[in-house]
């Protein structure tokens, strides 16, 4: 499943998609960014409610398809920006992390 | 990271391949505050590389393009109130310190961790360098400096298991070692 097709699906709101195209094939939840960057997994769709340079970077480290901010956060301009420039797939919810988890869950 | 440890580890990992013949690490609890300074004299930084060191996209390894051992750091002590910074010198008094600050009542500051278990890996990975340990808290003060030890050694490497052995169990133990 495209990651544009997940949002659609998922109900979530695009804040940055250099890559609609990109192929989600597996999910990953954490908010302690030094265990996501070893525990996430290339094409992960990534949720968490962290939003600053770090999540950017770890998300490019561990090439995961997308992040989904939950809980209604969001990126400023500046983050959204870099998002940009680094090619990273960001969309935001207000669902909860475990909510929008499980949703992810029973697509994939 | 779980630790600060773990952060420990991989700042002075850096210390390490900056050339540093010498490592001090000081962990000081006071008034509510945890301050964590790691000090080298090893080659240092330019200023143009200090200024952007907690920018996720620098890096001094070139795998990868973003090093995340400094910004990790400067995350895990601005969560809870604190600060990160910086300083490094390429002069006569070359070297680099980096010092983070916690305030230790935030539900967000990580506990220290098994700082004994990273101080046996730091001089089993370098057995060669000094290392200088201090844990300063409420109840005692812990130290250890493996150029004290090195002087009682003599010609025992400071990475024999009996040793690391010894070290682990100092730096855990209630008494000071």
């Not at chain 1, 960057?37 to 950017?56: E, K, P, Y």
């Not at chain 2, 910086?86 to 539900?107: I, N, R, W, Y």
């Not at chain 2, 990273?118 to 370098?126: A, D, E, R, W």
Request: negative net charge; proline residues 5%; contains cysteine.
């Amino acid at each position: 499943m495209t990651v544009q097709a997940m949002a659609e699906a998922l109900r979530l709101t695009p804040l940055c998609v250099p890559e609609p195209d990109r192929e989600v094939t597996g999910g990953y939840t954490g908010d302690l960014l030094s265990w996501v960057m070893g525990n996430a997994q290339s094409g992960d769709a990534w949720i968490t409610i962290m939003s600053n340079d770090n999540v950017i970077a770890v998300a490019v480290l561990t090439d995961v398809a997308c992040v989904i901010l939950s809980e209604g956060v969001t990126l400023d301009e500046r983050l959204l920006a870099l998002a940009e420039k680094k090619s990273v797939n960001v969309f935001s919810t207000e669902l909860s992390s475990f909510a929008v988890g499980a949703k992810a869950a029973a697509l994939l | 990271m779980k630790e600060l440890s773990l952060n420990i580890l991989d700042i002075a990992k850096n210390s390490v391949k900056a050339k540093a013949k010498l490592i001090e690490i000081v962990i000081d609890e006071k008034d509510g505050w945890r301050r964590l300074t790691i000090r080298d004299d090893g080659c240092g930084m330019p200023p143009e590389m200090v200024a952007t060191v907690t920018d996720p996209f620098t890096t001094s390894r070139t795998t990868r393009p973003v090093g995340m051992g400094l910004p990790l750091l400067k995350l895990a002590a601005e969560q809870t109130g604190g600060t990160l910074s910086v300083k490094s010198s390429q002069g006569d008094d070359h070297g680099t310190e980096v010092t983070a600050t916690f305030a230790m009542d935030h539900l967000d500051c990580v506990p220290v961790g098994d700082y004994a278990g990273t101080m046996v890996t730091l001089i089993q990975g370098s057995p060669e360098i000094d290392f200088s340990f201090t844990y300063r808290r409420e109840g005692g003060e812990i130290n250890l400096e493996t150029a004290q030890m090195r002087e009682i050694l003599g010609d025992v490497p400071l990475d024999t298991p009996e040793v690391l052995a010894w070290v682990y169990k100092s730096l855990t133990a209630p008494e000071q070692p």
